[in-house]
């Protein structure tokens, strides 16, 4: 079973390498980190860099996708290589998925249209400006497409198509490999749940950071 | 603010990548990748690199360590290179941690001696061997020194270090911004909670991933 997991500049770690921690325990299964080319890609942050050992092209029909999300989205909104790929990609999935702002990469594409989906809370907008329907919830399984909320939702979404690819066994042998037993200090996950001010500090932050994503691309070309 | 998550051969990718994405969240922190040398270092199933950009001993004092675990520790315990650039950072450290077998690697350079210690919940009884006193908790804090349970504890542990260090209004934000609300779709994450055919499920595929990589070890060098 081959998945692919298609990295870009600005991509956010744990979007990636969540999913990829659990799918990577699917026996036979095989995670490939493709790349806009062979080489480094970097993280949003500029902290991190991963190595991609192939190119988006060089899988064309995995068996299951994994679109990541991050600030760098926001370029690939228009960058029709990518959005292309994604399209062939999906027609043969067994699974077409997304971890955060990976799902606003799948509906500019076109295969979220008229289907609920989720992503990063500050961004449901945007996924419904984009032809989705946004929920909420945490995990959105529409027939062979799930799309998971921002960025620690990865985890949870993969434990849940590694149910349905191999079924349970298999998916619970790998969240007790991981010891995902989850015991978070607070509990501020969702906007829901977190107070205003938080949201507030993370919107105004976030916010930031996409201004500067955004001032580096144009200055880059 | 610097924070070193020191990397090897055959390392858990969430191990260290749970806490950056957490970490680096933090205002003024820097998180910086080392690895034995700069360059690529391969994770523990062959199927992700990450770049180190710098070597252990370019950063000797951070003010922060995190030491993740994998298979490749094993190795780790008896490379007094590393070891020793362990202890030395251990010494400066504001807070000196690591997550799941990250522990042996601490304990093996006597930073966890007659210290309760956590570690992934296969390896207990080896950590005690090494000196630590093991204890099931998910994060056990012992003055600055601070363990996590397997994988995925590292987000939890990060999340309480980031309170540690700059208050609980940073780590709720930061908890928000990568919506970190769980909701896993089973309850098998520790050996408690899962069933008797899980735990030996894991202890048979977890077992075989120790044998390969030492025959590896073995072949390479």
Request: charged share 25%; glycine share 10%; aromatic share 4%.
């Amino acid at each position: 079973m081959q998945i692919a997991i298609p990295l870009f500049d600005r991509f956010t770690a744990l979007d990636a390498i969540g999913p990829y921690q659990v799918l990577s325990g699917v026996p036979g299964a095989q995670v490939r980190f493709l790349g806009p080319e062979v080489g480094p890609v970097r993280a949003d942050n500029r902290m991190l860099t991963l190595l991609a050992g192939e190119r988006w092209e060089d899988l064309p029909e995995p068996d299951v996708l994994v679109v990541p999300g991050g600030v760098g989205t926001r370029m690939l909104l228009r960058d029709e290589r990518l959005l292309d790929w994604v399209r062939g990609a999906h027609e043969s999935s067994r699974y077409t998925t997304s971890v955060c702002t990976g799902a606003l990469v799948l509906a500019a594409a076109g295969v979220l249209d008229d289907l609920e989906a989720t992503t990063h809370w500050m961004e449901r907008e945007l996924l419904g400006e984009l032809g989705a329907r946004p929920t909420p919830r945490r995990v959105v399984e529409q027939g062979k497409v799930i799309t998971a909320a921002g960025v620690s939702a990865g985890i949870d979404m993969a434990l849940r198509l590694v149910e349905l690819l191999t079924g349970p066994e298999v998916a619970q042998a790998i969240q007790l490999g991981i010891e995902y037993d989850p015991q978070p200090p607070f509990d501020s996950g969702s906007p829901e749940k977190a107070s205003a001010e938080t949201v507030e500090l993370v919107r105004a932050v976030m916010g930031q950071l996409e201004v500067e994503a955004e001032t580096d691309a144009a200055t880059a070309g």
